[in-house]
């Protein structure tokens, strides 16, 4: 038999009248027979939504042809499979049509050509009927698909063109730990089961919900306020796992009363941003968007589209900030950081604080890490030719880079070729690029000692790396963060803290190096408590090459 034929469910409890439609339509369809109205219904209920067609008689044994239909079309799966009626009774013809039937043969049966014709009919407007719905509805989740829901949105936006309008974002949080640890079957029946909800919330708030992908939904709804409680309503009773019962956490960004002469994309564009920011955050469930992120958004986009034009340019320029030992009678300079900086030409003076994190985001930290450790190496060459002095200079090193299998070789490229010790380049790896992956960073930071360069532990003390991990973790400085440097001369002046890491450091038999220290009162405090080398303003901002020089000769 042909699979592919469609199929269509007989009732009829005629055997005549069962044979004669089997004969008409056995070449095209394939048939499916119920003798009354009972055996239909256990066809039906055992998953036969398969069907393309159903012809019923009306007058059946056991359950009538009417009670039948009524059945069908009150059953959400099975009310969208065509019933034409067999009857002889040509009142009843009418009252089928209210009850949902698409049409009726009536007996005794017509000329075949005719049946067929109608049949047909029936089923390819069923067909064309379902393409629609297909495309409509998103397969997973049956709820609408970004095409149809921004149609709509602009239907509503049509029809209420005064109602204030919010933009919703919605996400799950931490939906990829729950795919990875319990599966995709699992995960996408956690979504089926989401998105239920949410379209049961849907009246509530005025409002479409679409799925947008993965765990990500939105919602146009009337203007409301009380996110919290339309939070707790989507997520209440859903459970991410059964034993433990750890109950699902949603978390939404909204764009109130969206403007509407923006592209619909434009306004739930603004809705995922406001997402993004909350994206695994453990204390915030919800975010409004405000012009700020707008702005900060474009902002940070220009900056990615000009990051090429900037390499090639040289609009990055490095500056050099000195580090001084402060155990000995006076300070004495040991080395400087390399901090790079963006001359941006139309918009000036960038921090690194602006577009480090966003380059490490977008990919592009290695790229610029390269240009950064070229120039601070060519600059110490030139230091040493012109000054005839041998200042190491570190540099941070990002965590994709520690990932990277030819970093070893690259710094040693670089090194070779300004006439260099590996000695002379530290290396700046901040603490918080250790919690993770941990054997890989132990291995790497130990092939790069091998090779000779100093591995200082940039910001430790905020990264939550354990003693144990800090014991394995080959080292040659650790670099207290400024937040102890800040927390200890506060109110409560409580330099506790940094004995603890200091105390950590000599037991590791590693010097340490205080950063961000301004003022006097801190670095006589940090000397007394055994602090090995400062950094910050209280000795110098960090400075272009021209005006670092003075600190060389500076030096006897
Ligand atoms: P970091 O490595 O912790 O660098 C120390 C930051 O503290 C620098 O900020 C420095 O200018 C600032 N600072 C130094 N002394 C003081 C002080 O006394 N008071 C205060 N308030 N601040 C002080 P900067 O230059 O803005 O750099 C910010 C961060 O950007 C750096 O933090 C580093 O993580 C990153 N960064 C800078 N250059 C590079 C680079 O070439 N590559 C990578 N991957 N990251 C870089
Ligand atoms: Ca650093
Ligand atoms: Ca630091």
Redesign the pocket.
């Known amino acids: 038999m042909n699979k592919n034929k469609r199929k269509i469910l007989i009732v009829e409890d005629e055997f005549v009248n069962r044979e004669i439609l089997k004969n008409i339509l056995l070449d095209d369809f394939e048939i499916i027979e119920a003798e009354d109205g009972e055996t239909a219904l256990e066809l039906l209920n055992s998953g036969r939504d398969d069907l393309s067609l159903i012809l019923l008689d009306l007058f059946l044994p056991k359950l009538s042809g009417l009670e039948l239909l009524n059945i069908i079309q009150a059953n959400t799966a099975l009310n969208n499979i065509p019933v034409i009626v067999l009857t002889s009774d040509k009142e009843l013809e009418v009252q089928c049509l209210q009850y949902g039937a698409s049409d009726f043969i009536s007996k005794p049966y017509p000329d075949s050509s005719i049946i067929k014709a109608r049949i047909n009919r029936v089923v390819e407007l069923f067909e064309d009927r379902q393409t629609i719905k297909s495309t409509e509805r998103d397969a997973l989740t049956r709820l609408y698909t970004r095409e149809y829901f921004y149609k709509y949105v602009a239907d509503k936006d049509k029809l209420n063109p005064n109602v204030e309008m919010d933009a919703i974002a919605i996400g799950i949080r931490s939906f990829h730990i729950i795919k990875e640890r319990f599966g995709t079957s699992f995960s996408d029946s956690l979504l089926v089961r989401f998105s239920k909800r949410l379209k049961k919330l849907m009246p509530n708030i005025s409002g479409m919900v679409c799925h947008l992908e993965a765990d990500t939904f939105i919602v146009y709804a009337q203007h409301f306020e009380d996110y919290e409680k339309f939070l707790e309503e989507m997520s209440a009773d859903i459970y991410v796992d059964k034993e433990s019962k750890t109950p699902l956490k949603v978390q939404m960004g909204i764009y109130q009363n969206v403007d509407k002469n923006l592209d619909i994309d434009v306004r739930f564009e603004r809705a995922k941003i406001a997402l993004n920011k909350l994206r695994d955050s453990v204390v915030k469930n919800y975010f409004i968007f405000d012009d700020k992120l707008k702005e900060k958004e474009l902002f940070e986009e220009e900056l990615l589209e000009e990051f090429n034009t900037a390499i090639n340019e040289r609009q990055f320029v490095v500056?050099y900030?000195p580090k001084f030992n402060i155990q000995g009678e006076a300070p004495r300079l040991v080395s400087a950081?390399?901090?790079?900086r963006w001359k941006h030409s139309q918009k000036g003076l960038i921090?690194?604080?602006i577009f480090?994190p966003l380059f490490e985001e977008k990919g592009l930290?290695q790229q610029?890490?390269l240009y950064?450790w070229k120039e601070a190496a060519s600059q110490m060459k030139k230091w040493q030719e012109k000054y005839h002095k041998h200042v190491p200079v570190s540099?941070?090193?990002?965590r994709i880079d520690l990932f990277d299998p030819t970093l070893v070789e690259t710094l040693q490229n670089i090194v070779k070729e300004n006439g260099l010790n590996t000695s002379d380049l530290l290396l700046?790896i901040?603490e918080s690029a250790c919690t993770d992956n941990v054997d890989v960073i132990i291995d790497k930071t130990n092939a790069l000692r091998e090779a000779g360069f100093k591995i200082e532990i940039?910001?430790f003390g905020t990264g939550y790396s354990s003693l144990s991990m800090i014991n394995k973790l080959p080292l040659d400085a650790l670099k207290i963060d400024?937040i102890f440097i800040r927390n200890a001369f506060t109110s409560e002046n409580d330099s506790k803290m940094i004995k603890i890491i200091i105390d950590i450091a000599s037991y590791l038999k590693a010097p340490t190096i205080a950063?961000?220290?301004?003022t006097k009162e801190q670095v006589a405090v940090l000397k007394e408590l055994g602090c090995d080398i400062v950094?910050?303003?209280?000795f110098s901002?960090?400075v272009p090459n021209e005006e670092f020089a003075a600190f060389l000769t500076a030096e006897k």
Do not use: C, H, R, W
């Open positions: 500056f900030q950081e390399a901090l790079v921090s690194p604080g480090i930290i610029l890490d950064v540099v941070n090193v990002s700046e901040t940039d910001d400024m950063e961000g220290v301004e950094q910050g303003y209280y901002k960090p």
